[in-house]
Structures are given as C-alpha cells and as structure tokens.
C-alpha cells in the first residue's frame, strides 16, 4: 500500500446515518390524520368526498407506484453491490494501478450527486438496447435502477475497503505464516471477519438509497410520488389533499424503512459487544 | 555447522530509512533452542518475522533448510510450510473455533483429507492440554488457552523449525506457565525452537543458546550458563542487571 493511500482515503466523513424512531412514525401517521381532518374542517363543504375517503380511493394507485420504488431500490441495491464488491477488491489490491484506478472511479460516484447521475443515465443510455441479435427494451425504471446502482457501487466499495482495512495487521499475518496464499487470506480470514463490521453501514446504505428513489420521479419513472401529483391532478388540484396525499407517502417510507434501520442499530450494537 | 537448520549471515533491514537490524548472524541447529533477548526496540521482532518472509530483507542470507529466502524467486509457501511462528498477541481466527483455527491450514494449504487433518487437530489439541475447548471460539479462551491453540495451529503443518515471538508477554502472569511448559515439552521432543523471549528463566533453563540483540545488532551469545554467569560486554550487563 502507498504510504499516502490512507490519508486520501480517509478525508472523507462517513455517510450521514438514518436513525429513525418509532415516534417518527407516530408522528408522521399523526400529522397525516391531522392534516386530513384539518382539510376537512376548513373546507366544511360536503362537495368534495372526505379526504380519507379520497386517500383510501387513491391507495392501490400508490402503492402500485410504491411497489415500483422497492424494486428500483432492490435491483439497485443487487447490482450496486455485486459491481462494489469487485471495486472495493480494486481497492485493496496489491498491485498499483488497479488500486489507483478502482480509487478514481469510487471518489467520482461516490461525490457524484445522484439525481445527476440519473439524468445522465436516462439521457446516455438508448431505449433499446442489442446485444448481438437479442434487443431489450430499456424503460426508464430501469435506467433509473442503473443510474443509482453505481453511487451504490462507490459506497459498497468504501465500506468493503473501511472493513477490510479494520482488520488488525495480526490476522493477515497469521494466516500468511501458515502458508495461505494472498487470496486464501481474504478469502478464508479476512473477509468473514470483516463481514460482520460491514453490515450495519451497508443495510444503511440501503435505507438511503430506498428514500433516494423518488429521486425517479424527476426524471419521469411512474413512482409514488409521480402518482401523487397524479392523484392530486385527478382530483382537480385540490388544496386541501396536498398535506395528506404526500403525508401518506412518507408514512409509507417509513412503514418500510424503519424496520431496517431498527435492524441496522441492532446490528451496530451486537457488533459493538462482541468485538 | 553442517547440520544448522536456520543459517542467517549479514542480514540488515531498515524502516523508512532507518536501519533497524544492522548486520545479524547467526545459525540454529537441529533440534536447538535458540533464545534471543535483548531491549526493547532492538529489532528482535523484525528479525524473527526476517525468517517465514513476513518482512522482506534488504541485504545479507537467510537459509532455512537450505531454502534462500532473500531471494525474488522464493516460494514463499514452501518456506511457510517449513517454519511455523507463534505471535505475541496470538492472533487467532476469531470467526472460528479451536479445532478449525488448528484444521484450516492443513485443510487449505496442504490439501489434506478432512479425517485424517482433524483426527491431526484433535491430537495436538490434547497435547497442548485443551482437550474438550475443541469447538469453543478463541474469544470464549483464556489467553494462555488462546496461545496454546496458537502453537497447535502452528504444529499443525508439521514445521521443522518454529518461532516463538515473545508469546508470553501478552499474557496474565499466571497463565505464562502453562504456555512455557508447553514450549519446553515440544522443545523436549526435539522441534528445533527460536525464540523472543523476556522470560529470562525459561531461557537459561530451556535454551541451548542464548542471543543477545541491543540496536539492531547481536552483541554477545553463547551457551546460557556462560552467558547469564560471565556475561562480557557492558551492555550484556546493564540489561541483565535490570532484569534479573
């Protein structure tokens, strides 16, 4: 390792944790309730349908737009990771060049700001795409899957690389002493050790990059929050409905992500203990 | 000496620039205990790790069973399967019990059938006196018990020579015995041994030569009887009356 790699490597604060609360979601059903009764009071009229009846009309559209979210964030997710396990193993390498450049291409999506990157990938990538004689259709969603995969792929590979690197020196050696190659070393002794410090900041990851997927919307995939304006467009631009409709769609954020940060916190604090 | 396992003549190693062993040799022969003692910070650590090839040298000879390490061709494997090392912090694979920390490398690295590799373990298991510890995880052990997996998983490749880098200065005082006992009885059985070591009665009791290193350089040796009754240099002396 080049003496100066780790003070590069370093400069970088961590990726902002989410720690969420089971309060935040009693505080966000509250305020949806809330703002929903409130609608309905200060418009009195009894013109327009009550806004939970409104609410509970437009569910299966949403959540048909919520579904989309969850594979966008999986696929992403699946992808981001297979591509950063290979680059945070550049990142590690021994040999210089691969190291240098696996480093470059992590800074670059990782500083990368990924409503950018989408647009880039929407607008780069062509509506079909051939492979030899098979064509694929290549439908925004999935352009979007790309698009977030590869800031996946950046943070995946730093957090391969932080847990590896957290490694005492004494594990490497041990296992280098009784003769295991190089790879039999990461493979064998390193890397299941490590897996366990890498899984809290990866399911964190996770439940960014789950948020981050209304990012699609701007760039014109049908999610749920596409469907709100939708559903707030249908409804005749009803004041009234804007606080409850988009209320409704962080609850449903939440409902999904805080079990995996519950999870993650679970997760930081056995790892804690037992180390 | 014809029958000397570990021969190492002029070898110098230096750090960012700053020579850390200027100069050492020295040979074991088969079936010795080699001890090296010396202050802290006067290379002993670095020397030894010089041996299995955990730290490249820059200059000088280093032969282990007429296999050159300081060579850009070396199999280093090869030199690893002949040389076991025990660490001072012993450096046992937490994520996995005692018996595999002692399987792995014979399983991996030799290629051996998985009976006859942990039938192996068990054995030495018993011999270093931990039968029934076998599926327990290091972080579960003691560490005069962790050090005791350490030198069986270090057995475990059937080595000509081992060494021992101050493996009991880790450890609770009263769990240094058990270690040292240990040591004595593989030294016993003819394993050829060397050794860093504070453990000044060990040394003169075990040893069949004593080393004594002082900034990077071995400044007197001989057998322990002249060398803790007679020391020469001034040096030998000023340590050796701090310590004893």
Redesign the interface.
Known sequence: MSRLMPVILHNRAPAPAITLRAWHGLALGGLVLLSGAAADAATGAAANTGVFMTLARWTPLLLEGFALNILISCLAMAIGTALGIALGLGLISLFAPLRHASWAVMQFFRNAPWLVLLFFMILLLPYHLHIGPLAFALPDWLKAVIGLALPVMANVAEILRGGVQAM?A??W?????????RA?QLW??IL??AFRQMLPPWMNLYAILTTSTTLASIVGVNDVVTRAGQVLAAEGGRTDLLAPIYGYVLLMFFIYTYPVAWGTRRLEQRVRV?R | MNDALLVMEDVHKSFGGVEVIKGVSLSVAKGEVACIIGPSGSGKSTLI?CI?A?VPIERGSIRVDGIEVNDPKLD??KL??H???V?Q?Y?????RTALQNVM??PL???KRPRAEVEANARALLQKVRLAGKENAYP?ELSGGQQQRV?IA??LA?QPDLMLFDEVTAALDPETVGEVLVTIRQLAEEGMTCLLVTHEMGFAREVGNHIYFTDGGVIVEHGSPREFFSNPRDSRTKAFLSQIL
């Open positions: 005492p004494g594990q050696e041990a296992g280098a002493s009784l003769g295991f190659t039999q064998l002794i299941p050790q037992r | 790790r299995n955990l280093r494997l690893r399967r040389v076991g090392m660490f912090q450096n046992l694979f937490a994520h792995m490398a991996h690295v030799l972080g350490a998983r270090a490749m």
